[in-house]
């Protein structure tokens, strides 16, 4: 039987085959050319977005729309500029419009009840630009074309930058007790002079960011760097700004010794600025509040020895304890209302002790009914400073305003400053005794414990910081009340035991009750502790002097602690960022 011949066959389906795989290369193409043409229409929009959105600087849209440069105009042109896509743009628009934030959080163009885009009218100030660019592609193997349609939203962002308290601003001063102050917490013995040339030196976060040794912004603020490679980051970046940085580069060399103790330190905990903010990272910063910042936050709670503050003040005896500093970010930078721009004051606490002697005796004659003398058997006190804990967040409202910077057209900007829990005061107890005289009974004994306390007002509500710069910059908006007030406290004196016995016969005699007569001798005994020659007079407010003048003002205006508040220093404002939104 013959064999069929199947010569040819294999041709026929290889030709087959070929002709789909043809076809369907040609869907794949023209498909991959409409692909590309969306996605260059999506870049097209996004950059043009972004160009517009420099206009947004507060005018209304009627300006935003006729002005120089015009918004078509803008816009023409940043299309001209960013030709360079797959086939034919067909056209570029922008609107001005309201941005509302959806359910998602996303935030989108407001829309009319027609679910039409709602333009943003003449009149009216836009916070949003919404474009829309459309392209088309001729198909290369089908025939027709493929359109796209993409659109982008872009917000003109403000940020801004603020410090709560400045160590810049307390060696400028020239006071040497703030400077020893500051040595003493960074363990340093620099002169005024030295700080002061750090202080005037300026370096941003960009420049310390690039520098090898550090790596990037992402591990500058949000992770841990060598206290040695920082320093020495500065101070390359200082010599190759300028050789004015020559004397604040020789000072620095001093951080390089803290390098030993304090290896490593976490810049982002001293300072409240996203990675990601271009704006503040380009912004200049005093090179002594990074540094001076990033090792007090490194190093902890730290304690430092409380001064020789009972000199001088009669019946005080030894102080026991230690001032204790807790250094929190207090320079920040952000958009108003955002997370990473609030800033905490720094915390100051203590509880130490103090004992009384030869505390003078308390005379509680008040005529026929009551005379005697009480002794101080026993006196002890306390010292009580929990200051500090203020936070500080940029306000939504009024918005950003970046003028000038001239006295007649500052930058301005406000933070909301809330107080943390507050407490400044000086407490002694006093046991008392001794024998005193009431009328024709003769004398009996008479023991009572007295309560002291001195308080610095305490607490005040959330407070608007209005911050004009200049003056700002290096004049702080002081909000809350000074915390060196313990000297002039109005004390708060009770009588927490009374003992004494007096027998019903002898009130009788004296004609007097038992709560009159307890009464009388209460208010004999807080008469003395107050009078001018009484305990409170005599030691108790010569000590809180020396409280105020030698620990808390020196702490409190290196720091810029108020009761309530804090200083607040403007640093930095910058408007019209372009963001996209969408």
């Known amino acids: 039987m013959a064999r069929r011949d199947e010569r040819g066959g294999v041709a026929v389906l290889t030709a087959a085959a070929v002709a789909v795989l043809v076809v369907a290369a040609a869907f794949a193409v023209d498909l991959g050319m409409q692909r590309v043409v969306r996605s260059d229409m999506q870049a097209l929009a996004d950059v043009v977005a972004l160009d517009a959105a420099r206009l947004l600087d507060g005018r209304k849209a009627g300006e935003i729309r006729t002005g120089t440069p015009s918004l078509q105009t803008t816009i023409d042109a940043s299309a001209a500029r960013n030709s360079t896509s797959l086939g034919q743009v067909t056209g570029v628009t922008a609107t001005l419009i309201y941005v509302v934030t959806g359910a998602d959080g996303a935030q989108l163009p407001r829309t009319l009840p027609s679910g039409a885009v709602e333009e943003v009218a003449n009149g009216a100030v836009p916070d949003g630009v919404l474009v829309e660019a459309r392209g088309v592609v001729d198909f290369a193997f089908a025939p027709g074309s493929g359109a796209a349609t993409r659109t982008a939203l872009a917000k003109a962002s403000s940020t801004a930058c603020y410090r709560l308290g400045s160590y810049v601003a307390a060696v400028r001063s020239g006071d040497s007790a703030l400077v020893s102050q500051l040595n003493n917490f960074l363990g340093l013995n620099l002169s005024v002079l030295s700080y002061q040339q750090i202080a005037a030196a300026d370096i941003t976060l960009a420049q310390l960011a690039a520098d090898t040794r550090i790596g990037s912004a992402e591990q500058l603020l949000t992770g841990t760097v060598g206290l040695a490679n920082l320093v020495n980051a500065t101070i390359d970046a200082l010599k190759k700004e300028s050789t004015d940085n020559s004397l604040a580069v020789t000072a620095l060399s001093s951080f390089l010794a803290l390098a030993t103790k304090t290896p490593l330190v976490r810049v982002g905990d001293a300072l409240s600025v996203s990675p990601t903010d271009a704006a503040a990272l380009k912004t200049d910063f005093s090179v002594l509040d990074i540094l001076a910042g990033a090792v007090m936050v490194a190093n902890g709670r730290h304690a430092i020895d409380i001064p020789n503050i009972q000199a ?22 952000g958009a108003p209302g955002s997370a990473v721009s609030v800033a905490k004051t720094s ?121 004009r710069m200049p003056p700002n910059d290096t004049v702080p908006v002081e909000v809350g009340q000074d915390p060196d007030l313990l000297r002039s406290a109005i004390p ?76 607040v220093f403007a640093v930095q404002a910058i408007c019209n960022v372009p963001v996209l939104r969408h």
Do not use: W
């Open 492 to 567: 708060v004196v009770s009588v927490d035991q009374l003992d004494f016995t007096v027998s019903a016969d002898g009130l009788l005699t004296l004609g007097v009750t038992l709560s009159a007569l307890t009464a009388n001798i209460t208010q004999a005994i807080l008469s003395g502790v107050i009078g001018p020659d009484g305990f409170v007079e005599k030691t108790l407010r010569p000590f809180a002097y020396n409280l105020d003048s030698m620990v808390v003002n020196p702490v409190a205006s290196l720091l810029g602690l108020r009761v309530g508040g804090a200083d």
């Open 347 to 467: 915390q100051v606490s203590t509880d130490a002790t103090v004992s009384f002697l030869n505390t003078p005796s308390i005379n509680i004659g008040s005529g026929f009914l009551i005379d005697g003398t009480l002794q101080t058997s026993k006196a002890t006190g306390g010292i009580t400073i929990n200051l500090g804990n203020a936070q500080g967040r940029l306000s939504t409202s009024p918005p950003v305003h970046c003028g000038a910077r001239t006295l007649a057209d500052p930058h301005t900007f406000s933070v909301d400053v809330t107080s943390g829990v507050a407490d400044y005061s000086l407490n002694a107890a006093i046991e008392l005794g001794g024998k005193v005289t009431l009328g024709v009974l003769g004398k009996i004994d008479v023991a009572a414990t007295v309560s002291i306390r001195l308080a610095a007002p305490t607490g005040a509500p959330a407070t608007i910081a209005a911050l």
């Open 312 to 333: 001088g003040v009669p019946g005080v005896g030894n102080v026991t304890g230690s001032l204790y500093v807790q250094q929190g970010p207090q320079l920040a930078c």
